[in-house]
């Protein structure tokens, strides 16, 4: 099967839904080329998934393989970024998914991004790292104007555990605006970190 025909075949696999793990795992491989194929799948006002099959479960089978090509390099994320800012979202989302410094050092520029979605993205991608390189990047994101964003930062400082969060949870729970959840959470955290600190 010629390349172009393997591309077609694995696009098609998305679409309809058919080993879908397996067409991820292929476009991952293929880095830019893939990342290319599948920004421009997303673009494609023309496509729409078979019969019985919901656009939301499209889409996420569609960026998966997004996912996939930041684990094995995320430099085609960082780049295209620049190239097609349309996809920005998607790009800093799916960055999460690389270990990489580069894909670390992206997602805490764009923490600081205009839309809090993108912001909200990139604090998630943060929020599973253990690296006090992320610790300043998380604070200030725990004052965030948005909730999913402030409450991203507050799950990566739990798992964090830092002493330097006590001030700024103190902020945060004097919002009226947390959910019970939040609440609970950030008390909880704040507590264990008082207890540790005497």
Do not use: C
Request: aromatic share 4%.
């Amino acid at each position: 099967m010629a390349n172009a025909e393997k591309l077609r075949d694995l696009i098609a696999r998305l679409i309809s839904g058919n080993d879908v793990p397996a067409s991820q795992a292929r476009l991952g491989e293929l880095g830019q080329r893939g990342l290319d194929v599948i920004l421009d799948l997303m673009e494609d006002q023309a496509v729409q998934p078979p019969p019985g099959r919901h656009p939301r479960d499209l889409y996420e089978d569609v960026t998966g393989a997004l996912w996939k090509i930041a684990e094995v390099d995320p430099e085609p994320l960082i780049t295209a970024l620049q190239r097609r800012p349309a996809h920005t979202f998607a790009l800093v989302w799916n960055l999460g998914a690389s270990r990489q410094e580069a894909a670390l050092q992206t997602l805490i520029e764009y923490a600081a991004h205009r839309d809090p979605m993108v912001r909200w993205a990139a604090v998630s991608g943060l929020s599973g790292r253990r690296r006090k390189l992320v610790l300043p990047t998380l604070l200030r994101a725990l004052k965030d104007r948005s909730n999913n964003v402030s409450f991203a930062a507050l799950q990566g400082l739990a798992r964090y555990a830092d002493h330097s969060a006590i001030l700024p949870l103190q902020h945060y729970l004097t919002s009226k605006r947390l959910q019970p959840g939040e609440r609970r959470i950030a008390q909880e955290l704040l507590d264990k970190l008082q207890t540790r600190q005497r």
